[in-house]
């Protein structure tokens, strides 16, 4: 590791641009939005450092890819078990789908309707095992993939098949992602989800790939796809995060506690009554709904509280535009506008969430930490499972927020603003939980790496502060 540190230093004293490579994937915005802010602050640091993202489903023919990302949300949403099976990895799935054992009827079923969305004439020819014709390379690998899952008994050496296609496409994708590393030519590398992490293992171990590794974890649990012994350093959540992490067998010294990566902003939050002076809202009892840039059961709980006839509180909604329900929220904000405000999804929602006195939505790692920097308890009402499972145990652990069903929100939300005890105290649990330097804490962490040769070290050229 070393030698590629020493010559990405050597690099930068002749004058060459530093590059860093940031890694992501899609469907999540979370990723992204942690990269950028460890993006922001090494440009602040070091002006002429030149970054670059590739979210890994781009290594993909487009349809794969849409296929891919479309099957993960709707699994979520429609088969929540399967999906919690599937990141748990439970044994029973992964012998399925490696065609060890034949598949239950629900998977089936699943991978069927998902094949018939996006690629009709492959599932048409697949039910009389006919031959089909395939786009692409990666459009011929996936449907036989689903095929020999769904049809293990009628292919012969279907068990044969399946485990040589899975190792296939990993190979593939590996491949392609060592290609494009090379091309680049990063200094090193940062990671904020965990399948390209582990994509880069296999050529960091033959040597192909010398550059650092940072593996950034953006939720409050751990999944092992993220283990790998070629991940220079990890920089997770918080502590229990790091225990968890190293009870699965990392060193604790490649353990960093960071914090999940925020934008600047929210360093430098606004109080309350500024942020409702800044926002032209009233200081009456406040609540944030957020359902991330897809509005994920927004429209749901924004309908529980104007339903609720005993409270009027004042409602502030982020959503994107390409939440389902936009329409409807818009024609809501109009018909309730003295309590009902709509906003568009932002990478900076510190003012929404200052003004608010609770943060209710999708349990998401990067928005409980942008809630827990600004000091405000968070009400999970829509929760995915897997990784969001654990933002959850967290949120009820440190006793900074709950989990609540959709028609149970009225009464949750009753029982917190009568007993303003109680709130104040899951605000400051929630204020001393926060991290809202951890993208700095990042840097410092990739700067510590560099420092381990003092010789070739070199001072960035401005402060910290942004």
Avoid at 43 to 66: A, F
Avoid at 178 to 186: A, D, G, L, M, T
Avoid at 251 to 263: D, F, M, N, Y
Wanted: charged share 20%; proline share 4%.
């Amino acid at each position: 590791m070393m030698t590629g540190l020493w010559e990405m230093r050597c690099s930068f004293l002749q004058g060459n641009i530093m590059k860093c490579l940031f890694l992501t994937s899609s469907p999540g915005y979370g990723h992204t939005r942690a990269a950028e802010a460890i993006d922001m602050v090494l440009r602040c640091r070091y002006p002429g450092i030149e970054t670059e993202y590739l979210d890994i489903t781009n290594l993909m023919d487009r349809q794969v890819s849409d296929a891919i990302q479309d099957g993960y949300l709707r699994m979520t949403a429609e088969q929540p078990a399967l999906y919690q099976k599937l990141y748990d990895m439970d044994k029973d799935i992964y012998r399925q789908l490696a065609g060890k054992i034949p598949a239950d009827q629900n998977l089936i079923d699943f991978l069927d309707e998902q094949q018939r969305r996006f690629f009709p004439e492959v599932a048409e020819r697949a039910r009389f095992c006919q031959l089909a014709s395939y786009k692409s390379l990666d459009s011929a690998l996936l449907n036989t993939l689903i095929n020999s899952v769904c049809n293990r008994n009628k292919i012969p050496a279907g068990r044969l098949l399946t485990q040589g296609l899975l190792a296939l496409i990993y190979n593939i994708l590996a491949a392609r992602l060592r290609k494009f590393v090379s091309e680049y030519e990063p200094d090193f590398l940062i990671v904020t989800q965990m399948y390209p992490n582990a994509l880069l293992s296999h050529s960091i171990k033959k040597g192909l790939i010398k550059q650092p590794v940072i593996g950034v974890l953006t939720d409050y649990g751990v999944h092992g796809v993220w283990v790998r012994d070629t991940t220079s350093v990890y920089c997770v959540s918080h502590e229990e995060a790091a225990e968890e992490l190293h009870q699965q067998g990392i060193a604790e010294e490649r353990i960093k506690v960071t914090g999940i990566p925020l934008v600047p902003a929210f360093s430098n939050i606004p109080t309350q009554s500024q942020a409702r002076a800044y926002l032209d809202l009233n200081s009456g009892p406040t609540v944030l709904i957020t359902g991330g840039q897809c509005g994920i059961g927004v429209m749901d709980a924004v309908k529980q509280l104007l339903n609720d006839d005993r409270h009027q509180y004042q409602i502030l909604v982020a959503a994107g535009s390409n939440t389902a329900a936009i329409d409807d929220l818009q024609q809501l904000a109009k018909r309730y506008h003295n309590r009902f405000k709509l906003y568009g999804w932002c990478k900076d929602i510190s003012h929404l969430i200052c003004a608010a006195d609770i943060v209710i939505g999708k349990p998401g790692g990067l928005t409980l930490s942008e809630t827990l920097a600004c000091g405000r308890p968070f009400i999970a009402t829509c929760c995915l499972g897997g990784q969001e499972a654990h933002n959850v145990q967290f949120l009820q652990a440190k006793k900074v927020g709950l989990q609540a069903e959709l028609d149970q929100l009225p009464k949750v939300l009753d029982d917190l603003f009568s007993n303003p005890e109680l709130l104040r105290n899951m605000k400051r649990n929630a204020y001393q939980l926060g991290r809202p330097d951890a993208a700095r804490a990042v840097v410092a962490e990739l700067e510590n790496i560099l420092r381990q040769d003092d010789e070739m070290y070199i001072e960035p050229t401005s402060a910290f502060g942004l």
